[in-house]
């Protein structure tokens, strides 16, 4: 039989607890009630517990959690915000969303995260927030980074979506900034099984300010205090949601495990494998390496031999149209290690459950595939 390596197998990942998932979602079913009650709730509480803030709360989607963090920062138009260039586009067009304009700040070559040197050179007068991300898994240099924030009177926001579990000493990410932004979408490493999201923060005035936004601007019913949105999550979700947050720890340890099989195999050859620092735990959402050369020649011989591989990002954010207006002072910003690594990574098929033989086969289909 031919293999076939997904990306993702969804399967594999839920077949240990398929029964619990199936009780949650017929208990929902037959409760009757699907919309802001106590599935929710109880999920909001234990996510908080599990990250270490005081606040969690859900919402439809992760881009949503990060337009209702920024507008819950009171972040809008003529306030600037640093973030990435080599990230997925809601980043950015999260902070466009709210009027405010973002400055695209170059990595650094072997975490593919925000470079600090570069951060602390592109701080303005006008900088109003740092919004982090913590790529592929991967936390940033958040200690460095905190400290450039409080030297500059900066807020600091995290985009968690591909990070829920990592811990940067010790300390879960999206418990480090004023706001912590999550997304549930089925392939993230607390995937739901649909759309969902999640803000954290340990202040209790922006808790409130979110509680209120996600829910038409009201705290108290027909009453609206301002203009918010329609952005909840569902019952149904926070039932899923909740069997798989008692899984996670173990969900995560399974894709670290997977990275050691990968790096015992590929470390030493002539590609770039994931950088680790002692400081950081990896969560790796996405197990991403840098080719040399011949991308898409490797990527055809993969996919010949039914393997599965993505390009996460092929192009960064200062070259996406949608942006050519709205950046800071109209001037495109050169970021060369974005640009180099959207030319040469590939991402490789990672999952909880994904077996041993699975990882050698993708490696070795690999390693021959370089072999022009
Ligand atoms: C997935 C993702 C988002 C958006 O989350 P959605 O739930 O799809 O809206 C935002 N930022 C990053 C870095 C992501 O990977």
Redesign the pocket.
């Known amino acids: 039989m031919k293999t076939s390596i997904p990306m993702v197998d969804p399967k594999a990942w839920h077949d240990s607890i398929q029964g619990e998932l199936e009780q949650a979602a017929l208990d929902v079913l037959r409760s009757g009630r699907y919309i802001m009650g106590e599935q929710v709730a109880a999920f909001e509480n234990e996510a908080a517990d599990y990250l270490g803030v005081k606040y969690a709360l859900g919402c439809?989607?992760?881009?949503?959690?990060?337009v209702l963090a920024l507008r819950a920062a009171g972040i809008g138009p003529g306030d600037e915000v640093l973030t990435t260039g080599f990230?997925?586009?809601?980043?950015v067009e999260?902070i466009m969303q709210v009027g405010a304009t973002p400055v695209l700040v170059d990595i650094d070559a072997e975490t593919f995260n925000l470079d600090p040197k570069e951060l602390e050179r592109a701080v303005s007068p006008r900088s109003k927030a740092v919004l982090v991300?913590?790529?592929f898994g991967l936390p940033v240099a958040l200690s460095r980074i905190q400290q450039i924030c409080d030297q500059h009177g900066l807020l600091l926001l995290e985009?968690?979506?591909?990070s829920f579990g990592a811990r940067y000493r010790g300390k879960q990410t999206g418990s480090f900034g004023l706001l912590g932004?999550f997304?549930?979408?089925p392939?993230?490493n607390l995937g739901g099984f649909g759309?969902?999201?999640l803000v954290t923060t340990s202040d209790k005035e922006v808790a409130s300010k979110i509680r209120k936004l996600r829910n038409h601007g009201s705290s108290e019913q027909y009453i609206h205090d301002c203009i918010g949105y329609n952005s909840r999550l569902d019952e149904i979700q926070a039932a899923l949601l909740r069997v798989k947050l008692r899984h996670i720890d173990r969900f995560n340890q399974q894709r670290v495990e997977v990275s050691e099989w990968y790096r015992d195999i590929l470390s030493g050859t002539d590609l770039i494998t994931p950088c680790e620092h002692s400081a950081n735990n990896h969560v790796y959402?996405q197990y991403t390496v840098v080719l040399p050369c011949h991308r898409d020649l490797i990527r055809e011989r993969l996919a010949y031999h039914g393997i599965a591989s993505a390009i996460y990002y092929p192009r960064p954010l200062h070259r996406q149209q949608a942006l050519q207006t709205g950046m800071a002072s109209g001037s495109r910003p050169e970021l060369p290690v974005c640009e180099q690594l959207a030319m040469h990574c590939l991402s490789l098929p990672i999952f909880p459950g994904m077996t041993q033989q699975q990882v050698e086969l993708v490696a070795s289909a690999l390693l021959k595939a370089m072999k022009i």
């Open positions: 439809a989607n992760g881009t949503d959690a990060l990230t997925f586009f809601a980043t999260a991300v913590h790529l985009d968690c979506a591909q932004c997304s549930f979408f392939s993230k759309d969902g999201g959402h």
